[in-house]
Structure formats: C-alpha cells, structure tokens
C-alpha cells in the first residue's frame, strides 16, 4: 500500500465516523457499535458497493472521479474537504464545462432546517441528491434507489412506478419543460461525461428522442402536480424550482395550494414513511 491510497482509506475512515445514521436520514438501530455510518450505509449512500468501500479504506482502488463525488456528497464534506478528497484520490476537481453536484453546508443547513415543506435537491441532469424527511416521506423513500433510478426524468420515460398523478396535459408540459432544460444543461457543461451518458440513455427513449431533435432551449422553473399517496390520497402540491447560487444545484420546494393539502402534508411529517395499517 503506497502512502497516498493509506491517506485515502484514513480520511475515509474519519470522515466516516463523524456522521451519524439520523444525519443522512438513516435508522441508527439497535446494538450499534460504529460510533459513525457503517461501511454499508456509506455504500449505500454514494452508490457503490460494501467491498468497494473496505478496498477504497485498505488503499486498494483508484476511484474515478464520479466515485469520488459521490463519496464527498455521501460524507457532507466541505468545500476544502472535497478539494482534499480529490487530491489524495489523484483526480482532477471537476471544473470548467463540468456539473458540479457538490452539497454545501449551507445547502444542506437549510434542507435540515426547513420544516414542513417536503424538499429534494437535484443536480444539473435532474438526477436528486439529497432530501429532507418529509420529502421521502411523499414520494417515497430514494434512498435504496440507484442514482439513474433517482433521475426524474429518466425514470418518467422508463415507466418507473411513480406516485405522481399526472393528465396528458400536465405530461406534456413536464417532458417538454425538463428536454428543454437538459438542453440548456449540456451546452453549460460539454465535458460533463455523466451528463452526456445521461442524455445518450434519454435518446433511447422515443419521446425524448423526439422532443431533443426540437432543439426548445429553456428552463423547469415551477409546476403542479397531485401525488397518490398510500396512505392518505391524493396530495395536490405546487413545485418551485429555486437555482442555488454559485452551484449547479436546484433546490424543488412543494407547497400546498390549499389548506385541506396543507394539513395533509402536516399529517404526513407526523406519520412519515411508516405505514398506518
């Protein structure tokens, strides 16, 4: 084991045992002895698997760069902690004509912190990655989910289950607004490699493949949606798309249009994603 992969596995290693499982949104469990997230709940959370992880902490993987991302996404690093983490790892930090899905503090502060209000946060591709309770708590828990299966928009056209109620309407304007976006997104990132195998995936898709030949440029800005939910119905919610400054990131708030939608989503953070049957 050469002295840069060892510096790798320790950093890891301590970073790892700084979060807490309730952190990252995780159960801590009964008769747990690792004072940080376990091996499997780091798995987990960056996408990769158990032995990944044991050989990435032995100092016995070169991890690419999207490993790398989403390792520092998993362990809330820092700005300063990620450069670091890339630097051991001896990759390049992504820059220019690259996306960055990196979670900052003050991002992640304020999807703690904000209450009442189901939130996900989603990366330049419409790829989410991170969330708050009550946000699981409607649309279902993302956390066993691989990251394509947590693209919006790959898993509307691959005909995942979903608990979004939709007209044809509603449809309509949700694919058009989001091939738009994903235009603006490659021409803002040519060299983002995920985000071109992203959209070579989409082009298999026949209506996607469709409306990219258009060539509308625009943005997803903010939407209404109905989302069937197994235990208490149907939730009518607002969808805002809020840019986050200086990031290639966007915070999605819903909000209820209505009070009767409004103590639903309030009975919704009491119960959570547990069931009432």
Request: proline share 7%; hydrophobic share 45%; with cysteine.
């Amino acid at each position: 084991m050469t002295e840069q992969p060892a510096e790798l596995g320790a950093a890891l290693r301590g970073w790892r045992d700084r979060i807490g499982p309730a952190e990252v949104g995780l159960p801590a469990g009964l008769g747990r002895r690792a004072k940080g997230l376990r091996r499997e709940e780091l798995a987990l959370l960056a996408g990769i698997s158990v032995d990944y992880v044991i050989r990435l902490e032995q100092g016995r993987a070169n991890p690419s760069p999207q490993v790398v991302g989403a390792l520092a996404r998993a362990l809330r690093l820092t700005g300063a902690e990620r450069d670091h983490l890339f630097a051991l790892a001896g990759k390049a930090n992504p820059t220019s004509g690259h996306s960055s899905p990196h979670l900052t503090p003050s991002l992640q502060r304020l999807l703690d912190q904000l209450r009442g209000l189901p939130v996900g946060v989603f990366d330049a591709g419409w790829t989410l990655t991170a969330w708050n309770p009550l946000y699981a708590a409607l649309f279902g828990d993302p956390t066993a989910l691989s990251a394509r299966e947590r693209n919006v928009v790959w898993a509307y056209h691959a005909g995942l289950p979903m608990r979004v109620r939709s007209t044809p309407e509603l449809a309509a304007a949700f694919e058009e607004a989001t091939v738009a976006d994903l235009r603006s997104a490659a021409a803002r990132f040519p060299a983002d490699a995920e985000l071109r195998a992203l959209l070579d995936d989409l082009r298999g898709f026949p209506r996607f493949a469709e409306l990219w030949e258009s060539r509308t440029v625009g943005e997803h800005v903010a939407h209404s949606k109905v989302v069937d939910h197994p235990e208490l119905g149907p939730i009518p919610v607002d969808c805002d798309v809020l840019e986050v400054p200086a990031s290639d990131l966007r915070l999605v708030a819903y909000t209820a249009p209505d009070e009767d939608a409004a103590e639903q989503l309030r009975l919704l953070d009491v119960i959570g994603t547990q069931t009432l049957t």
